[in-house]
């Protein structure tokens, strides 16, 4: 079955720095594999998604994510975190014959000043 | 463009009591999908509508929980005989047909004491 993993629920980062948050699918093909992001009482915004072709991926506000097929990740980075960062990222994904999205349990980026 | 909207944002029933939740989505999207959202569970797939018509409802519970879409401005999900693990967040989103992202409403949040 598919699904998708998100190993950490917590990541804490200074203003400034880099930020790597991971995800790990689980599907015998290759599926289509998004972020959204979640800010405090507002609903779900995709910052990017991935089908195929270049494995790293831009989105929006700075992001950008690496598709790795070996490692059946699609992690997602940014150079330099502002405070506004400050939100709940979740990896999801979706096989090529449904729409329904498959989400991972999200991480909790905190940005201190 | 007002976005996903969802009514009420907030709602409490008592144990046994039918709740119902509203959905209206972007003028335009013809796909429209429901979530549930938990801290345990995290975000789950419930139901897909397209053009009105229902496609996936695989992640419905398939007692007490019912899903509509009369016309494109609006979509239903009632839960009937509500429980206390019925309490969460219900996520509301809505697509282009053929379009990959999902528009998310600021979801209603499901209390049954």
């Known amino acids: 079955a598919q699904s998708v993993t998100q190993p950490d629920a917590r990541v804490t980062v200074s203003e400034g720095a880099s930020l790597q948050l991971r995800c790990k699918y689980s599907?015998?093909?290759?599926?289509?594999l998004f972020w959204y992001v979640q800010y405090p009482r507002q609903g779900l915004q995709m910052l990017l998604k991935?089908?195929?072709?270049?494995?790293v991926v831009q989105g929006v506000n700075g992001f950008e994510a690496e598709f790795s097929k070996s490692d059946s990740s699609f992690h997602l980075r940014k150079a330099s975190v502002h405070w506004s960062d400050s939100a709940v990222y979740f990896c999801?994904?979706?096989?090529?014959?449904?729409?329904?999205?498959?989400f991972g349990l999200g991480t909790t980026l905190q940005v201190q000043p | 463009n007002a976005g996903v909207i969802q009514t009420p944002r907030h709602k409490v029933t008592g144990k046994g009591q039918e709740a119902t939740l509203w959905c209206e989505p972007i003028?335009?999207?013809?796909?429209v999908f429901w979530y549930r959202q938990t801290i345990v569970q995290g975000l789950e797939f419930l139901t897909y509508?397209?053009?009105?018509?229902?496609?996936?409802d695989s992640g419905m519970p398939k007692e007490r929980f019912s899903a509509q879409m009369p016309n494109q401005s609006h979509s239903t999900l009632k839960i009937q005989s509500t429980q206390p693990q019925d309490s969460a967040v219900y996520l509301c989103?809505?697509?282009?047909?053929?379009?990959?992202?999902?528009?998310f409403g600021p979801g209603t949040r499901l209390t049954v004491l």
């Open positions: 999801a994904s979706r096989t090529g014959n449904t729409r329904k999205l498959i």
């Open positions: 599907y015998s093909a290759t599926p289509y």
């Open positions: 991935y089908y195929s072709g270049d494995p």
């Open positions: 003028s335009g999207h013809s796909a």
């Open positions: 509508f397209r053009n009105q018509a229902p496609i996936d």
């Open positions: 989103a809505s697509s282009l047909l053929g379009g990959d992202e999902q528009y």
